[in-house]
Every structure is written in structure tokens, then in C-alpha cells.
């Protein structure tokens, strides 16, 4: 089966900038996540959707950080505007059902953000 | 919330030598603990993974052991290849929280041919 997708891959820009990253998830799956991984860390939750409604976003930075997932397919991260600490890669993750924590979680490739 | 510590950063083997990975958590309704294998550039991907009504799974050469009391679960992997070599993840989840995974910090490691 196709895994979930991510683009773009890489991405730099200034601070202050938007920026904007997508993702698709494996095909039908309902839960999708996006995840933060700054170097030499693990990857630490933003926001969980089911289908397109929002599951938890409680680590989520909601100043600067929105997440939508229209008719509860793909879905684009935006962070406006963009601080030197938002450098990471940013996972994308999907799971079958994702109302049982025992689900298996799929990543996508990531998206590498450097704020200069 | 969940916490989760994960030892050592950095584990060097020789080929064919074992490797264990240790990590804790700090909720004891945490239940589910997967594993995952991290290449240089490319995804984290599940290799393994253990439910709290479990002490131990095995998978060819990869095995968790999980210690609910001490509240401690650990990868090993015996036999190891050069291939191996990557950066592992332990994670928790509580069944009550939804479905987060709260991740380690993550272990590098090195196989030496």
C-alpha cells in the first residue's frame, strides 16, 4: 500500500515568514497526526485529527500554529509566523482507526524546516 | 502527563554482539509501547511493539520485555547487523489520552563490522 506522502520535503525561510506544509494519508485511514521532531529529539505530538474533527491539539502553539484536514483526507500545517525555535522536521503520521491507542502509527518522509 | 526517558544516547556494538535500549515511563495507565527504527533522513517506522497484559514479545531477532511494576520496557536485539545501525525510539501511550504516543529521546545506535 502507498504510505502517507509530505510535501515539500525541505523547506528554509526567514523569520517571520509563513510557511505551509501538506500531507496525505494512507488511504483510509481516519486518524491523521502531526508531529514535531527537533534534532536530537523525539518526535513530540502537535495536533490529532479523527476524520476532521480535532482530537487533541492541547501542544499545540495556536498563536502561531493552525492545522486543518478538509472532507478528512489531507491536510496542511501552517505556522504564521515562523520563529528561529520552529526548526525541525515536521512528521505527518496516519492510523487506521486511531480511537485505540494500540493502533499503529504511519509516518510520512517529513518535512526539514529551517528558520534563518 | 506521560514521561518518557529513554538510555543510553548512544550504544556502539560490534556486529553480531547484542544491544539493549532502556526507557520509563512515569503514568501507570500507560498500556501500549511500540518501537520504532529511525534511518538517517527517512521515517520513523514500527519494528515492534507490547501491550501491558504482556511481559515480553519476541520477532526473529528483536525482543521487548516490559516491567509494569518498575515501570520500565526495553528493545533488544541480538545477533546485530551493520544494517541495524539507526536511531530507536520507545514511546508510551495511555489508553484514556486518545492515542498520543509520548516518545523518548532516542538511542543511537551504532553497529561496527
Known amino acids: 500500500e502507498a504510505g502517507v506522502a509530505q510535501s515539500p520535503r525541505y523547506k528554509i525561510i526567514e523569520k517571520r515568514q509563513s510557511v505551509a506544509f501538506w500531507c496525505n494519508p494512507i488511504s483510509g ?9 527537533i534534532l ?26 493552525s492545522a486543518e484536514r ?9 505556522i504564521q509566523p515562523a ?17 485505540m491507542n494500540t493502533d499503529t502509527q504511519y509516518f510520512g518522509p517529513g518535512t526539514r524546516l529551517t528558520v534563518l | 502527563g506521560e514521561n518518557v526517558e529513554q ?13 539493549v ?6 503514568d501507570s495507565a500507560s498500556n501500549y509501547f511500540p518501537w520504532y527504527k529511525q534511518e538517517l533522513g527517512k521515517r ?9 497484559n504482556v511481559g515480553e514479545k519476541k520477532d526473529q531477532r528483536i525482543a521487548v520485555t516490559l516491567n509494569k511494576t518498575a515501570k520500565h520496557f526495553s528493545l533488544h536485539i541480538t545477533e546485530t547487523q551493520p544494517e541495524d545501525s539507526a536511531v530507536y525510539f520507545c ?12 516518545f523518548g529521546e532516542g538511542t543511537q545506535l551504532t553497529v561496527n563490522p
Not at chain 1, 536530537?40 to 500554529?65: A, E, H, T, Y
Not at chain 1, 520563529?83 to 480511537?99: P, Q, R, T
Open chain 2, 21 to 26: 535500549i532502556k526507557c520509563t515511563y512515569s
Open chain 1, 83 to 99: 520563529k528561529l525555535e520552529d526548526s525541525a522536521v515536521y512528521l505527518c503520521a496516519s492510523s487506521l482507526f486511531g480511537y
Open chain 2, 7 to 19: 538510555h543510553p544516547s548512544t550504544l556502539s556494538v560490534q556486529e553480531g554482539d547484542s544491544a
Open chain 1, 70 to 78: 478538509l472532507k478528512g483526507v489531507d491536510s496542511t500545517l501552517k
Open chain 1, 40 to 65: 536530537g529529539q523525539g518526535p513530540k505530538l502537535l495536533i490529532q485529527f479523527q476524520n476532521n474533527g480535532v482530537v487533541d491539539d492541547s501542544q499545540l502553539p495556536k498563536d502561531r500554529f
Open chain 2, 44 to 52: 520513523p517506522q514500527l519494528i515492534i511493539d507490547i501491550r501491558s
Open chain 2, 91 to 102: 514511546a508510551a501511550s495511555i489508553e484514556t489520552s486518545g492515542s498520543r504516543l509520548t
Open chain 1, 29 to 37: 485511514h481516519a486518524t491523521l497526526y502531526w508531529y514535531q521532531q
